[in-house]
């Protein structure tokens, strides 16, 4: 059952042109969760299997249908990510995909400062971070 499972959430990520991470994004898991879904590794349980039907608008019943390879002729009316989407996945990748490096120092400055301030100044602070990001300001490529 997981390997036709695996198959079906693989085939209709695919078929929509999402990456693991947007799907895991916007059902709240993790992008290393939701690829066990798919190499079969894991087997949802029936909330997340609930909300990943509902991401593409299907029922339990069609994501189940374990037999039946996805008809590629049918749209399944699966919604495009959101703007928000697409950054809480960026942010979900960058959190898993990157390797620990030590901080420079102003990194270790700025962490050390805002740990200090209260939840509200630290609310302002990443509000502030998240106007500047969207008004265009993009962190540096790393490589």
Sequence with gaps: MADGLAKTLRELRKAHGYRQSDIAGAIGIYQATYSNYENGNRVPNTTTLYHIANFYGM?????????????????YDAPNPSQ????QSDYIDYINNTQPKSLSRDEKDLIFHFSRLSPKEQQEILDYIHFKYQRGCRPKETS
Excluded: A, F, N, T
């Excluded at 019943?61 to 039946?68: N, Y």
């Excluded at 928000?84 to 950054?87: G, K, L, Q, T, Y």
């Design 59 to 75: 029922s339990l019943d069609d994501i189940l249908k374990m037999g039946s390879p996805l008809d590629q002729e049918i749209y």
């Design 84 to 87: 928000e989407v697409r950054e």
